[in-house]
């Protein structure tokens, strides 16, 4: 068991081995966290696709008003990824998260709302 006092002090309260419970617990927090750092790290990769599919993303950027194409790709991988996520771990969090997109409410707001419920 622990106790976060600060943003990086951890008092230790006890020790024993994890269960796979809390383990699954720890590392989803963890991942949590990371998705909320600013600026969040970035690389590069590379990806083949058909031409024609490209052109669409293109069009489709301008008409919703992204920046380019790459980062409505990297929203469109986002937003399957956050639902694919939530149901393996079957995180709450993140199935709410996911329901409030769905019914139009801003992933700023989405994401102010969950750091603050889990900052706890």
Do not use: C, N, W
Request: proline share 5%.
């Amino acid at each position: 068991m622990h106790l976060v006092r600060q943003e990086e002090t951890i008092r230790i309260i006890s020790a024993r081995p994890a269960t796979t419970e809390e383990r699954k617990i720890y590392e989803h927090d963890r991942r949590l966290k990371k998705r909320f750092e600013k600026p969040r790290p970035m690389t590069s990769i590379s990806i083949r696709m058909p031409e024609d599919v490209l052109d669409s993303l293109k069009e489709v950027s301008t008409a919703l008003g992204f920046s380019g194409y790459q980062p409505l790709i990297r929203f469109y991988i986002g937003q399957s990824l956050r639902k694919d996520l939530a149901r393996i771990e079957g995180d709450p969090v993140a199935i709410m998260a996911d329901s409030l997109r769905r019914h139009g409410v801003a992933d700023a707001v989405i994401e102010e709302a969950v750091a603050e419920a889990t900052k706890g």
